[in-house]
């Protein structure tokens, strides 16, 4: 270092180092000893929610008889399925700081529209089940789409915007098929609801795909990062040239996917298509992604802590039933679980901006 060699040449062996350099040295011991804060905290917060789950599943192992049942078990997996889908798309949106109230009729909607696809009789089976999951998925984006465009491009808070979409969404279900309930699909098609892979049921293994595929895309892309970095500071990162509208658009546009794709598998487990499905269900995805450790602030939370945190509430709905817990007070734990979770993820918060 320049200012350490002139000190020692004019006689002083004491190397000195300037105020910049000293700034600059904490900053690159400062730097490892952050990240691998970071890592703790993050290792620490899925870790206890899983400890949580292991925990919930040692009580109704003890408490329920049957639980521990492999029928049970396939049924709490079936159940959690598609909770655990929808998690998978609110868990983008709220990581960049937005809300979407919409998935629950918006899956209505891909339903209906997909069951007209699939009682079509002008093509074969097999041609009509793909129309079906191509005009899910479509509508789906469709709507996640004016979801993000409208919130991002006119800075309208996503909470009201994806309000007004339930009940477009929900009142299009109904108007498709005159309130009517579509069934009698192809048998090949409602048997993929029943079948199961390695004793897997099939459509959890899709569930599961969709996690990990999810993961990776916020873990190994340039896109996952800005995810986060939008969640963070939005500002900073428009700054820095990158376009936030398209960012915080392409995570609605993921939620609508995995909504159409959910819908399909609704269609698959239940056998019919109804156009009062899906109310309430975007509240047990967000209580997935949230109880998962997802900040509703934005910019911190995983895909692991969502998968973690749909097989919580899915346990727990499945234990409490077991043990004769009726409707009503079921509903009303659940709702202290989700409240607990977002006092916890305020405490997670203040922590983080201490340690930092």
Sequence with gaps: MLS????????????????????????????????????????????????????????????????????????????ITINLIMATGMTFVILIGGIDLSVGSVMALCAMVAGLALKTELLPVPAAIAAAVVVSVMVGMICGFVNGFVSSFWSVPSFIVTLGMLNIARGAALEVTDARTLFQFPNVFNDFGTATLLGIPAIFVVALAMVLLGW????????????????????????????????????????????????????????????????????????????????????????????????????????????????????????????????LDSYRARIAERTR
């Design 4 to 79: 350490a060699e002139i000190a020692y040449h004019f006689g002083d062996t004491t190397p000195r180092l300037m105020p910049e350099e000293i700034s600059r040295l904490s900053e690159k011991t400062s730097a490892p000893k952050r990240s691998k804060r970071a890592l703790v905290r993050r290792v620490l917060q899925e870790a206890g929610i899983g400890v949580a789950l292991l925990l919930l599943i040692a009580i109704f192992s003890a408490a329920a008889p049957h639980f521990t049942d492999e029928s049970n078990i396939t049924n709490i997996l079936t159940q």
């Design 216 to 343: 990776a895309v916020l873990n190994r892309t340039v896109f996952g990062r800005l995810i986060y970095a939008v969640g963070n500071n939005e500002e900073a990162v428009r700054l820095s040239g990158h376009d936030t509208f398209r960012v915080k658009v392409a995570a609605f546009v993921i939620s609508g996917l995995t909504v159409g794709i959910g819908a399909i598998v609704y269609m698959a487990r239940l056998t019919i298509a109804s156009p009062i499905l899906g109310t309430g269900f975007e509240l047990n995805a967000i209580a997935a992604v949230i109880i998962g450790g997802t900040s509703l602030n934005g910019g911190r939370g995983s895909l692991i802590g969502t998968f973690l945190g749909a097989c919580l509430i899915g346990v727990l709905a499945d234990g409490l039933i077991l043990i004769g817990v009726g409707d009503f007070v079921r509903q009303m734990i659940t709702g202290g679980v989700i409240i607990l979770a977002v006092v």
